[in-house]
């Protein structure tokens, strides 16, 4: 349900989660591998969980508890998945603040051999883009990408 080949960091169209009315009954529900989530809810980021995910026409649905917003119904709800308001939480960083961009150096520490400075079975650091553990980073046309976050960050 993550597709973190298209999640890019900095990417946030600044809308909120679509919810869905429970209009579903009877749809079949399906487990969650990765329930921690981010969702964009009344302008900011909340952190999240998802219950299950439902089939729906054209994508899935998630139902999904959230802190309490003033104004809404309450801290449940079924939500359209959505890569732009819907992001797996590996980091205790919201999506607005992950960073695009990471110096030569920095870059230099998650990569060994070649100028970079990461010793052979040395762990990596955090992600430059979003803080979250990395168990893998590459550097690709001028940026570098971490695992399992998947976002890619600029080498300036
Ligand atoms: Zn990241």
Redesign the pocket.
């Known amino acids: 349900m993550f597709d973190h080949g298209v999640m890019d ?1 900095g990417m946030d169209a600044g809308r909120d989660a679509i919810e869905t009315p429970l209009a579903v009954h009877g749809a079949t529900r399906h487990p969650v591998q990765n329930p921690a989530i981010w969702i964009r809810l009344a302008g900011a980021w909340r952190p999240a969980l998802i219950d299950h995910w439902r089939p729906a026409p054209g994508g899935w649905l998630a139902w999904i508890h959230h802190p309490t917003i003033p104004g809404r119904s309450g801290p449940w709800g079924l939500y359209a998945y959505d890569p732009a308001t819907i992001r797996q939480r ?2 205790h960083l919201p999506p607005d603040q ?1 960073r695009r961009t990471c110096s030569a150096e920095t870059a230099a520490a998650y990569q060994w051999g070649r100028g970079g400075t990461r010793k052979w079975g040395e762990p990596l650091p955090p ?6 553990a ?1 168990s893998q980073a590459y550097v690709v046309e001028g940026a570098l990408v ?1 695992l399992p ?3 890619s ?1 600029t080498i300036t």
């Open positions: 960091a590996l980091s992950w992600a430059p883009c979003c803080s979250a990395v971490c976050c998947g976002h960050t």
